[in-house]
T-cell receptor, first 116, second 111 residues
Framework: AQKITQTQPGMFVQEKEAVTLDCTYD???????LFWYKQPSSGEMIFLIY??????QNATEGRYSLNFQKARKSANLVISASQLGDSAMYFC?????????????FGTGTRLTIIP | NAGVTQTPKFQVLKTGQSMTLQCAQD?????MYWYRQDPGMGLRLIYY???????DKGEVPNGYNVSRLNKREFSLRLESAAPSQTSVYFC??????????FGPGTRLTVT
């Protein structure tokens, strides 16, 4: 069984500041992935970043980085130098990496608002 | 390369009507999924297909059926729509565990 907890329903951040969105997870899988998605007001789900459970280095993709702390079961998303276009819902998710069992479990999301 | 496409984008049904949501991907992925998203919630898995010819129930399968027509296409059918099925439906595909690519979504309203 898998569970994702996102404890921040909403956040307001000043433009150009860094943002940390919290995510904790619980999973019975030995091999799993952690994912972050952005959902702007237009509704599409945009894949941001991925971290495998066996990856020792934190994943980075441009301004996004994933702060992976396996012992704490934590996978926080860090957005550096926030921009107005970062305003959106952000979802953390986890899924098994075993072939045939790759379905994702999502958290309830965090609504991020960037203030100019 | 269109990625994951879904049709229709919007649909309004009356209670008891049926419809099929279509999904296709051109990335040659083995796995495909159907999720629903209700207001204030994350996505919940309805059904998934790990490979052509196989389908399995997800977290909320009641009231739905699926067909994996071929490797590209995975359809979701509502046989008798209910107001509780008002939601946004997303199709997704993946290969190898690292990526999950979503379609643009179908906004369904059942009156």
């Amino acid at each position: 069984a898998q569970k994702i907890t996102q404890t921040q329903p909403g956040m307001f951040v000043q433009e150009k500041e860094a943002v940390t969105l919290d995510c904790t997870y619980d999973t019975s899988d030995q091999s799993y992935g952690l994912f972050w998605y952005k959902q702007p007001s237009s509704g599409e789900m945009i894949f941001l970043i991925y971290q495998g459970s066996y990856d020792e280095q934190n994943a980075t993709e441009g301004r996004y980085s994933l702060n992976f702390q396996k012992a704490r079961k934590s996978a926080n998303l860090v957005i550096s130098a926030s921009q107005l276009g970062d305003s959106a819902m952000y979802f953390c998710a986890t899924g098994s990496l075993n072939f045939g069992n790759e379905k994702l479990t999502f958290g309830t999301g965090t609504r991020l608002t960037i203030i100019p | 390369n269109a990625g994951v496409t879904q049709t229709p984008k919007f649909q309004v049904l009356k209670t008891g009507q049926s419809m099929t949501l279509q999904c296709a991907q051109d990335m040659n992925h083995n796995s495909m999924y159907w999720y629903r998203q209700d207001p204030g919630m994350g996505l919940r898995l309805i059904y998934y297909s790990a490979s052509e010819g196989t389908t399995d129930k997800g977290e909320v399968p009641n009231g739905y059926n699926v067909s994996r027509l071929n490797k590209r296409e995975f359809s979701l059918r509502l046989e008798s729509a209910a107001p509780s099925q008002t939601s946004v439906y997303f199709c997704a595909s993946s290969e190898g565990g690292q990526g999950r690519y979503f379609g643009p979504g179908t906004r369904l309203t059942v009156t």
